[in-house]
């Protein structure tokens, strides 16, 4: 077989998480399509997008998937995180109780699904809806001081409906997660060939001809 691949296709798992009404599906259809709508019907149960994506010339899939986010569709992010490789928290920033939602959202996908080098997702937070309000009045001070806390990756201020920040949140995102994969694949790698690295058997004079058979010598 002559013919080589030149460029394998990886697929990465992304999902959006928050409260009903924050924006999720305005924001992937933002990032996807470039179109915002000012009337989008709440998600009933999820709802599945993907997009190519190039990172350091390479090709990526993003496969999104945007959950409900009504109380009790809570249960979905159990049900949907599976194999998932990153995750947005959706906030309405015109809602303060958005921030303790985001947090209960957090952590549960936090107690249900980890990377496969047992560290959490990595999962950044929006602040959605940032043209409606005055962002000279308002203190971002506290925003900060959140991420930091409750382990949040990143954040941005964002606007599905002018664009703001939209493709720079996911492009963080993406380059976290992306990152963070090669360097788990990088050491599962090194673990593998250190594992086979290990120094031949000797086998005894009396015991050669017995362990012959089984490779020994």
Same mark, same amino acid.
């Given at each position: 077989?002559?013919?080589?691949?030149?460029?394998?296709?990886?697929?990465?798992?992304?999902?959006?998480?928050?409260?009903?009404?924050?924006?999720?599906?305005?924001? @992937?259809?933002?990032?996807?399509?470039?179109?915002?709508?000012?009337?989008?019907?709440?998600?009933? @149960?999820?709802? !599945?997008?993907?997009?190519?994506?190039? *990172?350091? /010339? #390479? &090709?990526?899939?993003?496969?999104?998937?945007?959950?409900?986010?009504?109380?009790? !569709?809570?249960?979905? @992010?159990?049900? !949907?995180?599976?194999?998932? #490789?990153?995750?947005?928290?959706?906030?309405?920033?015109?809602?303060? +109780?958005?921030? /303790?939602?985001?947090?209960?959202?957090?952590?549960?996908?936090?107690?249900?699904?980890?990377?496969?080098?047992?560290?959490?997702?990595?999962?950044?937070?929006?602040? /959605?809806?940032?043209?409606?309000?005055?962002?000279? #009045?308002?203190? *971002?001070? &506290?925003?900060?001081? !959140? @991420?930091?806390?409750?382990? *949040? %990756?990143?954040?941005?201020?964002?606007?599905?409906? &002018?664009?703001?920040?939209? /493709?720079?949140?996911? %492009?963080?995102?993406?380059?976290?997660?992306?990152?963070?994969?090669?360097?788990?694949?990088?050491?599962?790698?090194?673990?593998?060939?250190?594992?086979?690295?290990?120094?031949?058997?000797?086998? +005894?004079?009396?015991?050669?001809?017995?362990?012959?058979?089984?490779?020994?010598?």
């Amino acid at each position: 077989m002559s013919q080589e691949i030149t460029n394998i296709i990886t697929e990465i798992k992304i999902i959006i998480i928050g409260k009903s009404g924050s924006g999720k599906t305005s924001y @992937v259809n933002r990032w996807i399509k470039n179109t915002f709508n000012e009337v989008n019907k709440s998600t009933i @149960v999820s709802e !599945f997008s993907h997009k190519t994506y190039n *990172f350091k /010339n #390479k &090709t990526y899939k993003i496969n999104l998937w945007d959950l409900a986010g009504q109380d009790h !569709f809570s249960y979905l @992010v159990k049900a !949907f995180c599976k194999e998932a #490789k990153g995750c947005i928290t959706m906030t309405d920033i015109l809602l303060p +109780s958005s921030l /303790n939602d985001a947090l209960n959202w957090k952590k549960t996908l936090d107690e249900n699904e980890i990377l496969p080098d047992g560290s959490n997702i990595p999962n950044i937070l929006i602040l /959605n809806k940032i043209d409606l309000i005055n962002n000279d #009045k308002k203190d *971002f001070n &506290t925003i900060d001081e !959140f @991420v930091k806390k409750n382990k *949040f %990756d990143a954040w941005f201020k964002t606007s599905a409906k &002018t664009g703001e920040n939209i /493709n720079e949140s996911m %492009d963080t995102l993406l380059e976290i997660v992306i990152n963070k994969l090669n360097d788990i694949n990088e050491n599962n790698s090194s673990h593998y060939e250190k594992s086979y690295a290990l120094e031949p058997r000797k086998c +005894s004079e009396n015991n050669k001809l017995r362990n012959k058979q089984n490779g020994c010598c």
